[in-house]
């Protein structure tokens, strides 16, 4: 076995502990027979341990020293191939089991990652909306129909204040609707766009977001003093601009799985469902009686009745079984209200989203994706290391008597059982 170092590679440790500026680089700092170990693998496993040493020659030094954990682990990998440990059972399970994650990685970087980098435009825009805050209040509700009753009675002179207190559904009703000063970038669209066009003490039209139907109040815009020019805050603007588009995606990703999905409620098993609950209810004498659901569990249902079907979905369904092994063991304030389709539907939704999402990335054929094959390589050869070591080379260390007890005198202070001995020993 041949082995090549490049000990050329110091002006890339400076840029790994942040003393200089970064660079996409693909050079190969090591080269173990016929792989090559690229800077790219050394960067991803030590920058962030590089950057604390506090030295540049106590920096390098540590570089040298992961360097040669990157060659070691390698060395390892080449001799598990070669007694075939990636035909291994325990391995191939073991791999197998981690294909969802990565599978779930890649949907994530192809639906939200690359989908959320903020254009330049973007990035201006959120810099001079960011320069006032709002304060704003709102009424929120379920339904279009309803919103626009509430909108029309605004417009003959109602209370703003009132109405949402008495009609609302979101925490804020409290305090009438309002929500507080509101900076640029913490609001979900299209609520946000919408706020952000309103004239002091105007409301907007109906607007609709994931969480219901909105109408919105502008009661004062606030101009704020020592934002900083756009070169010096545009860098972090757009790291700000990134995750809040990131959080955004997410929602409107899931929600549109959501859709596909087809949930569908069946409506006489919800009413077997709400009528077990209610009859339970009855039938508590104490003073303090628990909310809507709180008294489900599967004693109140009989064989047949467990296995009847409460929500179906595209490849699969929820019986009243499956449904109560979710709900019954939640607290009382995380378990959906029964009355409410959509709310169970969620439910569900959050329930099953690991398998809609794995069956997403699926039909985007993600499992032939570079970035899926390559991590589940590291891991297959992660593990074949792993084992060739702790199998093969460390069952091969053998400790003798008089080792452990010369190791334990002249350590006495590092043991508290003189068994821990052949612990560090090992190590």
Known sequence: MTLKKNIVFLALILALSGNCKEEKNTDVV?????????????SERFKGSLGIVDSDSERVAKALEYLNQLIDEKILVQEAYKIDLDTNPEIILLVDGQRPRFLLDELYKAQIINKSKPS????????NNSKEQLRLRHILVKEKSLAQEIYQQLKQGANFDTLAKQK???PSKENGGDLGFISWGTLVEPFQEAAWKLKPNSFSRPVQTVYGWHIIKLEERKQLEDFGKFAEVKVNISKRLESIKRRQTVDKYLEKVKNKT??????????LLKSKDTQANSQDTSVVKKPLGGYLDSTLFDLDEKNLTLVSFKGGQWTIR????????????RKPPLADDEAL???VFQGKMMDFLEAEATKLRLEKSPGYKNNLNKLREKMMADKLKNDLLLSQVTITDE????????HPDQFINPLQVIDQLII
């Open 120 to 127: 330049l435009k973007e990035v201006k825009d959120f810099y």
């Open 403 to 410: 080792e452990t007890k010369t190791y334990f005198e002249a």
């Open 168 to 170: 609302s559904i979101d």
């Open 262 to 271: 087809n949930l569908k409620i069946n409506p006489t098993t919800w009413e």
């Open 345 to 347: 539907k969620q439910f």
């Open 322 to 333: 499956e449904f109560l092994e979710k709900y019954t063991p939640l607290p009382p304030f």
């Open 30 to 42: 090591a080269t173990v027979g016929k792989d090559k170990i690229s800077y790219t693998d050394f």
